[in-house]
């Protein structure tokens, strides 16, 4: 079932059929990002080998895994479930990754950024929106911050890219820290 909706529906789709069971804490359901999608995101925000990745909703741990064994990257995944927490720490243990990856189960408004060079979101774009004040408050000018399928509200990226994956065109937003002070100067 899992796969049927991770090949063939949409975030937002799934969101409008969950709606009613969304806490306030809830910024997206479970739904995997297609893994041909996941390299190409990490591709676009060029993560390099030695910087540190956060995945503000990390479900599986596909995103997280992926910057380590494919980018040599340090990443951290946030995760308020606490099923997907334990089943994450359980792969990235059996893969012999944690002196690369930490996942931490916690709420994604709540994280001290600091760390990144580089952020992944597959959230909704009013989920974005909530996460944006930390996102400006803790990231470095240098650091990316990549959205697949739904922008941030506010910000201008500085590339979109199309992407094919499961029959469907999926769209990754980058966005840089340093063109953030151009955003509020255009307000
Ligand atoms: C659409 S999935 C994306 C999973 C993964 N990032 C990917 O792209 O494959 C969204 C994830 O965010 C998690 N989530 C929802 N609200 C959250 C919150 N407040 N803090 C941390 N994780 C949250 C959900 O449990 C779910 O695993």
Same mark, same amino acid.
């Given at each position: 079932? $899992?796969?049927? +909706?991770?090949?063939?529906?949409? *975030? =937002?789709?799934?969101?409008?059929?969950?709606?009613?069971?969304? @806490?306030?804490?809830? !910024?997206?359901? /479970?739904?995997?990002?297609?893994? =041909?999608?996941?390299? &190409?995101? +990490?591709?676009?925000?060029?993560?390099?080998?030695?910087?540190?990745? /956060?995945? !503000? @909703?990390?479900?599986?741990?596909?995103?997280? %895994?992926?910057?380590?064994? #494919?980018? @040599?990257?340090?990443?951290?995944?946030?995760? %308020?479930?606490?099923?997907?927490? #334990?089943?994450?720490?359980?792969?990235?243990?059996?893969?012999?990754?944690?002196?690369?990856?930490? %996942?931490?189960?916690?709420?994604?408004?709540?994280?001290?950024?600091?760390?990144?060079?580089?952020?992944?979101? /597959? !959230?909704?774009?009013?989920?974005? =929106? $909530?996460? &944006?004040?930390?996102?400006?408050? /803790? !990231?470095?000018?240098?650091?990316?911050?990549?959205?697949?399928?739904?922008?941030?509200?506010?910000?201008?990226?500085? #590339?979109?890219?199309?992407? #094919?994956?499961? $029959?469907?065109?999926?769209? %990754?937003? *980058?966005?840089?820290?340093?063109? $953030?002070?151009?955003?509020?100067?255009?307000?």
């Amino acid at each position: 079932m $899992r796969a049927y +909706l991770a090949g063939s529906l949409t *975030l =937002a789709f799934v969101c409008s059929a969950a709606a009613q069971q969304f @806490g306030s804490e809830d !910024l997206a359901p /479970y739904l995997p990002s297609p893994q =041909a999608v996941v390299e &190409r995101m +990490l591709e676009v925000a060029q993560l390099k080998q030695g910087e540190t990745l /956060y995945d !503000l @909703g990390a479900g599986d741990g596909r995103i997280v %895994i992926t910057a380590a064994q #494919k980018f @040599g990257a340090n990443a951290v995944g946030v995760e %308020i479930s606490e099923a997907l927490c #334990k089943s994450m720490t359980r792969k990235v243990t059996a893969l012999n990754l944690d002196s690369q990856i930490r %996942i931490i189960h916690v709420n994604a408004l709540k994280v001290d950024l600091t760390p990144a060079d580089v952020v992944t979101l /597959y !959230l909704l774009t009013s989920s974005n =929106a $909530r996460l &944006r004040p930390n996102l400006e408050k /803790y !990231l470095k000018p240098t650091a990316r911050v990549v959205s697949l399928d739904f922008g941030m509200p506010g910000w201008k990226a500085s #590339k979109m890219e199309s992407v #094919k994956a499961d $029959r469907q065109t999926r769209t %990754i937003y *980058l966005y840089q820290m340093s063109d $953030r002070a151009a955003d509020s100067k255009g307000k």
